[in-house]
């Protein structure tokens, strides 16, 4: 049988990751601290530690939490982030980034937002960039001026990720709402123009295109715009929901794609299309530390309401590893290990599906009273 290229990637496993481009980072910008490191992060990992006595080694750090489009299956496009919207300064970044800086292999500054609202991205790129960290940004490209275009490049960036869902207007303003197609394509075949005729090789540009059941028909006409354009990957990604929406099968049934299926066939229960269940423990909570605008700490790029905030960074000096070993760290990898901790406190991540959860821990214990202490016992074998 012959697969398209979205029916090949959608198909690829893990599907959340992008190997090849975290691997060159690795070798790019590695130090023997930051690999010796790095081997302990995933030795930890794959042991299921609750409490680690290592350091992330990916910084996700949202510049800003405003957007202008409003596409529905995003919180901040419903306007239903459940956080103040915010503008993280250039000095505030440089204090949440510092702490990370000697452990890091990358930084993405994007998460809720459309990044280039606040102008001191560019600073802020140019900063980790001479720090020897990797960069990558996420961005609409709707509002990107010629003068922005100059700045993806001038700053050292990367690795840039163009959003853009659909190969026609009609197509992918029935999501990318408030957005301009011809403008996307414009700025992003003349980025590659400049970046070409500079003679630089990065940013390495990503065309993004989220498989819907809107867009699933104009795959083909992608593959062939983006030969055209000359972008460096087109990326066929399964649509997901918000991690907290109520109605999902409604909302699987008006936008999960019909003709181009992903690693299994979803019954509607699964969080994201075709990614739930990995037997792995989750990632997130041993490889990368999630900073909003407001300092606040999530536990995953995936949550987003304040409430659900494991940390909070402020003008002090930050303990990133005293922060990585707090009740709701300790509490959220128990998850996904045999060790028994008492009077844990349940999280967000009690009810998450992407990665499975330990036989033992199917049902989350009793929320304790604030303040109380996390005892660990390792059960005998």
């Known amino acids: 049988m012959t697969f398209s290229i979205a029916e090949r990637l959608l198909r690829k496993v893990p599907q959340y990751t992008r190997n090849a481009r975290h ?27 609750v409490r680690v006595d290592s350091h992330p ?20 496009g419903l306007n239903d982030l459940g956080r103040d919207q915010s503008m993280m300064s250039f000095e505030h970044f440089k204090h949440y980034f510092e702490p990370h800086r000697p452990y890091l292999f990358e930084t993405y500054l994007h998460n809720w937002g459309e990044s280039m609202i606040n102008k001191d991205v560019f600073r802020m790129i140019d900063h980790v960039q001479r720090s020897n960290v990797g960069t990558n940004l996420s961005s609409n490209l709707v509002i990107a001026t010629s003068e922005d275009l100059d700045n993806l490049i001038d700053s050292g960036l990367e690795y840039l990720v163009v ?20 403008r996307v394509v414009d700025n992003m075949a003349e980025l590659i123009r400049r970046r070409n005729a500079r003679g630089k090789k990065t940013p390495v540009v990503e ?17 062939a715009m983006a030969k055209q354009l ?32 992903g690693r299994v066939e979803s019954d509607h229960t699964e969080q994201q299309y075709g990614q739930a269940n990995k037997p792995a423990p989750c990632f997130y909570l041993y490889r990368s530390m999630v900073v909003n605008p ?12 304040k409430n659900r905030d494991f940390a909070q960074l402020d003008e002090g ?17 128990s998850l996904f290990s045999a060790d028994v901790v008492e009077k844990r406190r ?11 959860h330990h036989p033992s821990k199917q049902r989350p214990p009793m929320l304790p009273p604030a303040g109380a202490p996390i005892q660990i016992h390792r059960k005998k074998p």
């Open 294 to 305: 407001d300092g606040g700490v999530s536990p995953c790029c995936v949550v987003y309401r």
């Open 163 to 182: 959003s853009l869902d659909g190969a026609s207007s009609e197509t992918y303003l029935k999501y990318r709402i408030r957005g301009d197609f011809e």
């Open 230 to 261: 000359g972008v460096d990957l087109i990326r066929f990604i399964p649509v997901g929901m918000p991690f907290e929406f109520r109605e999902r099968k409604e909302v699987a049934d008006q936008w999960y794609p019909e003709s181009v299926r």
């Open 23 to 49: 691997f060159n980072s690795v070798v790019q910008h590695g130090t023997p601290r930051k690999w010796a490191n790095l081997a302990k992060v995933e030795y930890e990992r794959l042991r299921r530690k």
């Open 207 to 223: 065309w993004q295109y989220i498989v819907m059941k809107t867009n699933e028909h104009e795959i083909p006409q992608a593959e």
């Open 57 to 76: 080694y990916l910084l996700i750090i949202d510049p800003c939490n405003f957007c202008n489009l409003r596409c529905p299956l995003c919180p901040t």
């Open 317 to 333: 000096p930050i303990d990133v590893k005293a922060i990585f070993n707090n009740d709701k760290f300790v509490s959220a990898r």
């Open 346 to 356: 349940p999280q967000v991540c009690d009810t998450c599906d992407i990665f499975a």
